[in-house]
């Protein structure tokens, strides 16, 4: 103990203990001595007393106000103050952040929900065409094989000199009891006056219904049995009960075409 | 310092009261940045490091112990340290510069001694140069022994029988003859 304690006292730890420059290890090698042996511990208070007798003696008078500086820089906020503060500004900053990116989030879901049910919209629009389409072609379909039937006969109405441009194809089918017509093309009329299709049955013109374009589209008209022929007037604008015999533009009279049909 | 007023002091510093600051610049002030410009050799920068340093006393107050260390021992670590830390950013940043201004602009030396230190100082400078020396590069320049042993071309042992030697003497120098002295000049 004694050899250590002269070691110790030998060697410049106690100085540097002073000062505070010991290693983690030292030190409390140093303050147990210290603490244990009244040499080393009167050796310690020696050396604090010289140091402070020593540094006395190189003592200067200090600025004039520095005291006060200090004084006032101790009464402002700490420094543990000033990291709240900028733990405040970050955790504001990033708050907004966050706040920013949620809304950013939600924003962008909201484009995509409003996107997807755009898609939907259009991908049941396709579908909606799609049967609508397939409902076209099943008609289509139809009005071919009925067309193709061999009972359907065909008959084509020409204008007289009244409406050269006029061409119009009826399909009749007296075992289906189907008419269909075909307009090819209709002359330009004047804004009061449209074209009107009649069946002669038993006498009695019947209408048939007022011929519109329809771009050489085949459209089903009412079936007149004994029907003997096909007429077509013109007409005022919103069609007529009775026919205008005087107005008579194309004609067709299926009793003479069938007459033809067994002649040739 | 009486061991009443120490006592005084060590308590309002316990108890985070700013009076603790302003009793210790009183009394310690003058002292403390005697040792700030030893280091430094700068008035200027002595008086930040004053400032700084008792910024610091302020913010530990708390963490000292008066079991391991005298009142003024704390404090004297906390300005050297803090003396020797600033003099060493300033030379990182520009050793040369910094050897240039104080070597020809700042003034230092006897000039800025107060006359009622004088006495204390013929006394200090009645110990030999050589232990001077010695004690100045370990307690003020911040130099460990080896340090010093290189600096002074001194070989080590050398150096640690010097810091004995100086330091006994200067026990001589502050023992009870001279604390009247300090006493009488209210030190």
């Given at each position: 103990?004694?050899?250590?304690?002269?070691?110790?006292?030998?060697?410049?730890?106690?100085?540097?203990?002073?000062?505070?420059?010991?290693?983690?290890?030292?030190?409390?090698?140093?303050?147990?001595?210290?603490?244990?042996?009244?040499?080393?511990?009167?050796?310690?208070?020696?050396?604090?007393?010289?140091?402070?007798?020593?540094?006395?003696?190189?003592?200067?008078?200090?600025?004039?106000?520095?005291?006060?500086?200090?004084?006032?820089?101790?009464?402002?906020?700490?420094?543990?103050?000033?990291?709240?503060?900028?733990?405040?500004?970050?955790?504001?900053?990033?708050?907004?952040?966050?706040?920013?990116?949620?809304?950013?989030?939600?924003?962008?879901?909201?484009?995509?929900?409003?996107?997807?049910?755009?898609?939907?919209?259009?991908?049941?629009?396709?579908?909606?065409?799609?049967?609508?389409?397939?409902?076209?072609?099943?008609?289509?379909?139809?009005?071919?094989?009925?067309?193709?039937?061999?009972?359907?006969?065909?008959?084509?109405?020409?204008?007289?000199?009244?409406?050269?441009?006029?061409?119009?194809?009826?399909?009749?089918?007296?075992?289906?009891?189907?008419?269909?017509?075909?307009?090819?093309?209709?002359?330009?009329?004047?804004?009061?006056?449209?074209?009107?299709?009649?069946?002669?049955?038993?006498?009695?013109?019947?209408?048939?219904?007022?011929?519109?374009?329809?771009?050489?589209?085949?459209?089903?008209?009412?079936?007149?049995?004994?029907?003997?022929?096909?007429?077509?007037?013109?007409?005022?604008?919103?069609?007529?009960?009775?026919?205008?015999?005087?107005?008579?533009?194309?004609?067709?009279?299926?009793?003479?075409?069938?007459?033809?049909?067994?002649?040739? | 310092?009486?061991?009443?007023?120490?006592?005084?002091?060590?308590?309002?510093?316990?108890?985070?009261?700013?009076?603790?600051?302003?009793?210790?610049?009183?009394?310690?002030?003058d002292t403390l940045f005697g040792v700030a410009l030893k280091v430094t050799n700068d008035e200027e920068l002595a008086k930040d490091v004053l400032q700084e340093s008792m910024v610091k006393v302020w913010h530990k107050s708390t963490s000292y112990d008066a079991n391991k260390a005298r009142l003024f021992t704390w404090l004297f670590r906390i300005t050297r340290n803090t003396a020797i830390d600033k003099l060493r950013s300033l030379k990182n940043k520009s050793e040369k510069e910094i050897q240039l201004e104080v070597s020809s602009v700042?003034?230092?030396?006897?000039?800025?001694?107060?006359?009622?230190?004088?006495?204390?100082?013929?006394?200090?400078?009645?110990?030999?140069?050589?232990?001077?020396?010695?004690?100045?590069?370990?307690?003020?320049?911040?130099?460990?022994?080896?340090?010093?042993?290189?600096?002074?071309?001194?070989?080590?042992?050398?150096?640690?029988?010097?810091?004995?030697?100086?330091?006994?003497?200067?026990?001589?120098?502050?023992?009870?003859?001279?604390?009247?002295?300090?006493?009488?000049?209210?030190?």
């Amino acid at each position: 103990m004694k050899e250590e304690i002269y070691n110790l006292l030998e060697s410049d730890l106690l100085e540097k203990y002073l000062l505070g420059t010991t290693s983690d290890e030292e030190t409390p090698r140093v303050e147990h001595f210290i603490d244990t042996s009244l040499e080393v511990r009167k050796a310690y208070i020696e050396l604090q007393e010289n140091l402070e007798q020593y540094s006395r003696s190189y003592a200067t008078k200090a600025p004039e106000g520095l005291k006060e500086e200090i004084l006032a820089q101790i009464q402002e906020p700490r420094a543990k103050s000033t990291v709240i503060n900028w733990l405040s500004i970050a955790a504001s900053a990033a708050a907004i952040f966050l706040g920013f990116t949620a809304w950013y989030y939600w924003d962008a879901n909201n484009s995509l929900v409003n996107q997807q049910n755009e898609m939907m919209a259009e991908i049941d629009g396709l579908k909606s065409n799609l049967l609508q389409n397939d409902a076209q072609f099943a008609e289509m379909q139809s009005e071919l094989e009925k067309l193709r039937n061999p009972e359907t006969k065909k008959y084509v109405l020409r204008g007289n000199q009244n409406a050269r441009n006029l061409k119009t194809v009826a399909y009749i089918n007296p075992v289906e009891k189907l008419s269909l017509i075909n307009i090819i093309d209709l002359p330009k009329l004047p804004e009061d006056k449209v074209f009107q299709m009649w069946a002669d049955v038993d006498g009695k013109m019947v209408s048939l219904g007022i011929l519109e374009k329809a771009d050489n589209k085949l459209m089903s008209v009412p079936y007149k049995e004994n029907a003997s022929s096909y007429n077509i007037t013109i007409e005022p604008k919103g069609g007529n009960d009775h026919a205008t015999v005087e107005n008579l533009v194309a004609n067709i009279d299926f009793n003479i075409q069938e007459a033809i049909k067994i002649k040739q | 310092m009486s061991q009443l007023l120490e006592s005084h002091i060590i308590q309002l510093l316990h108890e985070r009261d700013k009076r603790a600051i302003s009793l210790l610049y009183d009394h310690y002030a003058d002292t403390l940045f005697g040792v700030a410009l030893k280091v430094t050799n700068d008035e200027e920068l002595a008086k930040d490091v004053l400032q700084e340093s008792m910024v610091k006393v302020w913010h530990k107050s708390t963490s000292y112990d008066a079991n391991k260390a005298r009142l003024f021992t704390w404090l004297f670590r906390i300005t050297r340290n803090t003396a020797i830390d600033k003099l060493r950013s300033l030379k990182n940043k520009s050793e040369k510069e910094i050897q240039l201004e104080v070597s020809s602009v700042y003034s230092i030396g006897e000039n800025t001694y107060q006359p009622e230190h004088l006495d204390v100082k013929n006394h200090v400078n009645s110990l030999e140069e050589k232990y001077q020396v010695v004690i100045d590069a370990l307690f003020f320049q911040g130099m460990t022994q080896q340090e010093a042993s290189e600096a002074l071309d001194v070989p080590l042992g050398t150096i640690k029988s010097r810091l004995k030697i100086g330091l006994r003497e200067l026990r001589k120098i502050f023992g009870p003859e001279a604390l009247v002295i300090l006493v009488m000049l209210g030190l």
